[in-house]
């Protein structure tokens, strides 16, 4: 009988949640929340010289940023001590495992050995116990390591549920060190303890732990356990057909925020990172859970195209809920100085303004003239404003002095002015932009006007054209 599905994102919290872990944590999600399983985040703090209280926060910061919630957990490695070296004790018992005591300056010499002769460095099994076989006196100057006995005949196969069949000879595996000298058990040990005490059925991961899982196998094997389904998932290279580094902070999944990009447009942007769905580009993270599987994954390499994230950061920006929008503009904005936002309305200018904008920095860098002064533009000035310019400008107030401050009714008016004054609609146009909004770029210059409101308005305009 099949179990309930539950995967696992395990991080090693050396550095930021970057891209490509961030893209293995969402399948290992949607796959779980596709089966109606669960989701395990497990932090593999071991490392302990390079692992961080920051970098944890970095990674938990990501998760709760993407929303990839997690049903179980955080658990961490280094609370589970006891549980791995109760297990090797075990293994000790029952010969799964033996003492090495092999010293640095041996197994360096053996390792220069064997490079002279051509062959592939690997432990040669010296204080492996084998029947028949005496063993020296152990050393007592030589705190011992504990190796993992590995099969040394056969193949440890398994079938991929993304790059297919593999199969590895039991001969090109070592005995593998479980647990170092001071007994701190090792990374692939705790791997493998950890996913089967937690009942994890399907190990999706990057396609660099390839190398582990042969060995991984042959250790669940030889505890008794269950072994999972493996499914590697291919590098993910940047625009450059370069591999993403790790520990470049241009990747970090926090960067992307910072940057101005919506948790939807990243999610979506991953998503689609070397799997599809038909010709489906844009989607929801409901439609992404019905249809993800790991059948159309590609098991080529997937390249970052930052042109595509922005084109669907500007589509989420255009099409999500204002209010949404406007959640994320406030921060951004009083990272300008604007605080207080009362008027004009945020959701009528984020209205006007949102066509225009690929992320959320430079929607609130182009809106903050709304809520403050904003500094003119000299080269448009000088371009726009001409001798005759304030005699149009005067026409336009003279009009609109009784009239309704409504984009209609201020179209119409502006209109007017053209008409009698013989001009082109950008000879007034512009220097109005210029005095609003400090340049001559806007949506339309009634829309503008009408949102920032009348005496917002006439105080600017009066400001770079004074009533004579």
């Known amino acids: 009988m099949q179990s309930a599905v539950k995967t696992r994102f395990a991080p090693s919290p050396t550095g930021y949640l970057h891209i490509g872990g961030a893209r293995t944590a969402l399948f290992s999600w949607a796959y779980a929340k596709r089966h109606g399983g669960q989701f395990i985040l497990r932090i593999e703090d071991t490392d302990v010289a390079r692992s961080t209280p920051e970098a944890v926060q970095a990674i938990l910061d990501g998760m709760a940023w993407l929303q990839l919630d997690h049903d179980e957990g955080p658990f961490y490695q280094m609370q589970r001590m006891d549980i791995y070296k109760a297990t090797i004790r075990k293994m000790l018992e029952a010969g799964q495992a033996y003492y090495c005591y092999c010293s640095k300056e041996e197994l360096d ?9 051509g062959l592939k460095p690997r432990y040669d099994g010296r204080w492996r116990p084998e029947e028949g076989k005496v063993l020296p006196e152990p050393p007592k100057d030589v705190p011992p390591v504990v190796r993992f006995k ?90 450059d057909g370069q591999k993403l580094s790790k520990r470049h902070g241009a990747v970090s999944v926090m960067q992307y925020h910072e940057d101005g990009y919506l948790r939807e447009a990243v999610l979506n942007y991953l998503a689609r990172l070397g799997w599809s769905h038909g010709d489906d580009e844009v989607f929801s993270m409901e439609q992404f859970c019905k249809w993800f599987d790991l059948d159309h994954i590609t098991p080529s390499a997937a390249q970052f195209n930052t042109e595509k994230l922005n084109w669907l950061n500007a589509h989420y920006i255009k099409t999500l809920p204002l209010e949404r929008i406007a959640a994320e503009v406030k921060p951004r904005l009083a990272k300008l100085g604007i605080n207080e936002i009362q008027t004009p309305d945020l959701l009528a200018v984020l209205n006007l303004y949102r066509e225009r904008a690929n992320n959320l920095n430079q929607l609130a860098q182009e809106i903050a003239f709304f809520y403050q002064m904003p500094a003119i533009n000299e080269a448009d000035a000088t371009k726009h404003i001409q001798p005759e310019t304030a005699a149009y400008i005067e026409s336009f107030l003279e009009k609109t002095q009784d009239s309704d401050w409504t984009a209609d009714k201020l179209h119409d008016v502006l209109n007017q002015v053209v008409t009698e004054q013989q001009i082109k609609f950008p000879k007034l146009a512009m220097p109005l932009r210029v005095a609003l909004i400090g340049i001559a770029q806007s949506p339309s210059i009634d829309q503008v006007m009408s949102i920032l409101g009348k005496e917002h308005c006439l105080q600017r305009i009066r400001a770079l054209f004074p009533k004579k």
């Open 109 to 117: 010499a053996l390792r220069e050995s064997q490079m002279q002769q």
């Open 150 to 239: 590995n099969p040394q005949d056969g193949v440890v196969a398994w079938d991929d549920m993304v790059k297919g069949r593999i199969e590895i000879a039991n001969a090109e595996l070592d005995d593998l060190i479980i647990a170092r000298a001071d007994g701190t058990p090792t990374y692939n040990f705790c791997v493998v303890v950890d996913d089967w005490e937690m009942g994890v059925t399907q190990v999706i991961r990057g396609d660099d732990h390839v190398n582990n899982t042969p060995r991984q196998i042959n250790m669940l094997k030889a505890l008794g356990a269950q072994v999972p389904q493996y499914a590697h998932l291919s590098m993910i290279l940047g625009d």
